[in-house]
């Protein structure tokens, strides 16, 4: 199965600034098929990009995805106070399909 | 739009199975708009995608799973339900339900999710 790997494990900034956010496969993801979500305590998570760069219904534009190959990356500029949660990336190119260990992303 | 929510008991006993169900609502499983998948997730842990099923009952497993798994779909009650034998304390997870577009491979919508505790 495809390992994907996050980092880092925990980032910490403050609203206002910029993250980024790296997930790498430990083989290649066919067709860029990898997909990112936002959990927050005690919810389901929240998709945010699939297809590695599109963004899903409702999401704001200061989420970016990017990457291909093993390596991807969720940008997030500027950051509000309500973006502050974990993040996973998920790659559905090859079954079974795999999530990361998660970004905590802390004030 | 679709809206998923997971039913089911919230303690098992070790060696028994664990039994939920999914019922979908805001749109019809017999659609075919939707695979419908199993996720868990253990508490302070990663996520792990268990199976999904499609209308038709064929159903896709995750290995690391699949000789205690089973996926079946009632599309008469616009359900689906996750069975996991021999449970183990290493099964106690929060368990989601999820649409997967098409087929596609990502996650929308979910279910708010239901832990289930493995315990005697």
């Known amino acids: 199965e495809i390992v994907l790997t996050q980092s880092p494990g925990t980032l910490s900034l403050s609203p206002g600034e910029g993250a980024t956010l790296s997930c790498r496969a430990s083989?290649?993801?066919?067709?860029?098929?990898l997909a990112w979500y936002q959990q927050k305590p005690g919810q389901a998570p929240r998709l945010l990009i699939y297809?590695?760069?599109s963004r899903a219904t409702g999401i704001p534009d200061r989420f970016s995805g990017s990457g291909s190959g093993t390596d991807f990356t969720l940008t997030i500029s500027r950051l509000e106070p309500e973006d502050f949660a974990v993040y996973y990336c998920?790659?559905?190119?090859?079954?079974?399909?795999?999530f990361g260990q998660g970004t905590k992303l802390e004030i | 739009q679709v809206q998923l929510q997971e039913s089911g008991p919230g303690l098992v006993k070790p060696s028994q199975t664990l039994s939920l169900t999914c019922t979908v609502s805001?749109?019809?499983?017999?659609?075919?708009?939707?695979?419908w998948s199993w996720i868990r997730q253990p508490a302070g842990k990663g996520l792990e995608w268990i199976g999904r099923?499609?209308?038709?009952?064929?159903?896709n497993y995750n290995p690391s799973l699949k000789s205690r798994v089973t996926i079946s779909v009632d599309t008469s009650k616009n359900q689906f339900s996750l069975m996991l034998s021999s449970v183990t304390a290493a099964d106690t997870a929060v368990y989601y339900c999820?649409?997967?577009?098409w087929g596609w491979g990502w996650f929308d919508p979910w279910g708010q999710g239901t832990l289930v505790t493995v315990s005697s």
């Open positions: 998920q790659q559905y190119g090859t079954s079974p399909y795999t």
């Open positions: 083989q290649t993801v066919s067709g860029s098929y």
């Open positions: 297809g590695a760069s």
């Open positions: 805001g749109g019809s499983i017999n659609s075919g708009s939707y695979y």
């Open positions: 099923i499609y209308k038709s009952g064929n159903t």
């Open positions: 999820a649409g997967d577009n």
